[in-house]
């Protein structure tokens, strides 16, 4: 009995949301879980790769999605260069979603962020986007992350 609510536990911590904030006036996520983070600022090694699980509602019909990362540090905002493999969402929708999307669909899909080995130890916020072809914003939030030496 023990051991079952041990791993009861255990899969509703990795399950669990993440808090993080609003970009302004933007589309907020229904769902943001970053993984190993349910405080923030969210911890992630370097040399390793954070993994953000989003959900969110189409508020209109999109052809194409795009995933933009936007790091706010020391009061500069500077764009973060999203590798190709990430960049384009429709390749990591979930649950037999695929693009096209339409207004009123549920969206769920999985961004890895990868933290380079020369990253300095520092926190900044993030704060993460999806756009369509006509660059209007279908959801956005902001993350604060501590970047970290691994051990």
């Given at each position: 009995?023990?051991r079952?609510?041990i791993?009861a ?13 609003r970009?302004g006036d933007s589309?907020?996520p ?13 911890p ?6 954070g993994?953000f ?7 209109f ?10 790091a706010?540090i020391?009061g500069?905002s500077?764009?973060?260069p999203v ?6 969402t429709?390749?990591?929708?979930l ?8 207004k009123?669909e ?8 990868f933290i380079?080995t020369?990253?300095?130890e520092?926190?900044?916020?993030v704060?993460?986007?999806v756009t369509d ?5 279908l ?5 604060a992350?501590?970047?970290?030496k691994?051990e």
């Amino acid at each position: 009995m023990y051991r079952l609510l041990i791993i009861a536990l255990t899969f509703a911590n990795a399950l669990a949301e993440t808090p993080v904030s609003r970009c302004g006036d933007s589309p907020f996520p229904t769902y943001v879980q970053i993984e190993g983070c349910d405080i923030q600022p969210c911890p992630i090694i370097k040399g390793t790769t954070g993994r953000f699980h989003l959900e969110f509602v189409a508020d209109f019909d999109a052809k194409n999605l795009t995933t933009n990362v936007v790091a706010k540090i020391f009061g500069m905002s500077v764009a973060y260069p999203v590798p190709d493999d990430q960049k384009y969402t429709c390749q990591h929708l979930l649950h037999g979603s695929y693009c096209p999307i339409y207004k009123g669909e549920d969206v769920s899909y999985v961004f890895e962020l990868f933290i380079g080995t020369f990253y300095p130890e520092i926190s900044l916020s993030v704060e993460v986007s999806v756009t369509d072809e006509k660059d209007r914003v279908l959801t956005c939030f902001s993350a604060a992350i501590s970047v970290k030496k691994g051990e």
